[in-house]
């Protein structure tokens, strides 16, 4: 055997446990198939839902109304995030006032309510005190409107956890049957590119909901209703995301009175959301909602006639008989419980 074929020999006992170990991972070359290519044209890509109930422009002229926003207890949102109810209100003819102790403005809440026709509450954090809590429920008592509203994209983050914003609301919503729940409702089948973007087409006849088609409520809580009526509910695929449990829950509902509203979104109003579906005609209804309170005249709400000491006198033969003496002495009670003299 010549040196030549030696040296081939080596070559080849060298390559082959090269080329056996190239095969066993990579294989043998196979033919190349031909990739089939998707149907472009039967391609359609999501559309927003666009609004099918028609804006329709506000007739009653509220000139004077006043509307209280909370900014008092840690509230999660910013003015501009609601700015679209506040023009909503003003174009009614309504002022929006902001409720925020300072020390160039220690009013309480009982004082600013005095002239206000309705409160309105987004997401606080910040429990309410007893004076607080006592001034809304005479507040309500007295045809004063209360609009309360959380939002799951509002909870506070922290090392536990996050905090939702719950708790603090549903202690003013106890008394009127009504309470948010600490989630975020959620639905596979039925959204706006996001499960959490869920669509509602289940109304009740309020007035509330009026001209309403269907809404986009982004990132909302579930409202539980004991005494009351649900407003808005969702389909048999609206789930909750504390037990991924659905079937007919409520995010949105208002209590016996007709005075007491609880809605578990707000994003829908800040634009781009408003224009998805009808939720700009919800934020017209919302805006009348807070006007349209039919509030009772008490002592309190007059500033000037009984701050001071007040004489009875009086005049001509009248006398001062049983029912007469009975009469002012409830006046004087009601006047003691209204911080008058």
């Known amino acids: 055997m010549t040196l030549k074929n030696r040296l081939?020999?080596?070559?080849?006992?060298?390559?082959l446990p090269i080329l056996f170990q190239a095969a066993h991972y990579t294989g043998l070359p196979q033919p190349r198939p031909t990739p089939q290519m998707p149907e472009y044209a039967s391609f359609?890509?999501?559309?927003?839902?666009?609004?099918?109930?028609e804006l329709v422009p506000a007739e009653v002229n509220h000139s004077g109304a006043r509307i209280l926003l909370d900014l008092n207890h840690q509230n999660t949102y910013q003015i501009a995030d609601v700015e679209l109810f506040t023009r909503a209100l003003a174009a009614r003819g309504a002022t929006v006032e902001y409720y925020f102790i300072t020390d160039l403005d220690?009013?309480?809440?009982?004082?600013?309510?005095?002239?206000?026709?309705?409160?309105?509450?987004?997401?606080?954090?910040?429990?309410f005190e007893a004076s607080e809590v006592t001034a809304l429920r005479d507040f309500v008592a007295q045809g004063g409107r209360l609009l309360v509203f959380a939002d799951a994209y509002r909870g506070v983050q922290g090392y536990s956890g996050e905090f939702p914003d719950t708790v603090s609301a549903n202690l003013l919503l106890?008394?009127?049957?009504?309470?948010?729940?600490?989630?975020?409702?959620?639905?596979?089948?039925?959204n706006d590119g996001n499960f959490r973007n869920v669509k509602l087409n289940d109304f009740?006849?309020?007035?509330?909901?009026?001209?309403?088609?269907?809404?986009?409520?982004?990132?909302?809580r579930s409202v539980n209703i004991t005494g009351g009526?649900?407003?808005?509910?969702?389909?048999?695929?609206?789930?909750?995301?504390?037990?991924?449990?659905?079937g007919g829950l409520a995010v949105a509902g208002v209590d016996a009175s007709g005075n007491v509203a609880a809605i578990g979104?707000?994003?829908?109003?800040?634009?781009?959301f408003d224009q998805a579906a009808d939720n700009a005609r919800l934020i017209q209804n919302l805006a009348e909602f807070a006007l349209s309170g039919q509030r009772l005249p008490a002592l309190a709400?007059?500033?000037?006639?009984?701050?001071?000491?007040?004489?009875?006198?009086?005049?001509?033969?009248?006398?001062?008989?049983?029912?007469?003496?009975?009469?002012?002495?409830?006046?004087?009670?009601?006047?003691a419980e209204s911080t008058c003299r």
Request: with cysteine; proline share 7%; net charge neutral.
């Open 204 to 220: 009740a006849e309020n007035a509330l909901t009026s001209g309403l088609k269907q809404v986009v409520f982004y990132g909302a």
């Open 174 to 190: 106890a008394p009127y049957g009504l309470s948010f729940t600490g989630n975020y409702v959620y639905n596979l089948a039925e």
């Open 265 to 272: 979104s707000y994003t829908f109003m800040t634009p781009p």
């Open 44 to 53: 359609r890509a999501p559309e927003a839902p666009t609004p099918s109930a």
């Open 106 to 127: 220690t009013r309480p809440l009982a004082e600013r309510l005095k002239y206000a026709d309705a409160f309105v509450l987004f997401s606080p954090y910040m429990i």
């Open 301 to 335: 709400n007059f500033p000037f006639v009984f701050t001071r000491p007040v004489s009875l006198v009086t005049a001509g033969n009248a006398k001062l008989t049983a029912e007469t003496l009975t009469a002012v002495a409830g006046l004087q009670t009601t006047c």
């Open 229 to 246: 009526e649900a407003l808005i509910r969702g389909d048999a695929n609206l789930r909750s995301s504390l037990n991924d449990q659905g």
């Open 8 to 15: 081939w020999i080596a070559l080849g006992l060298f390559l």
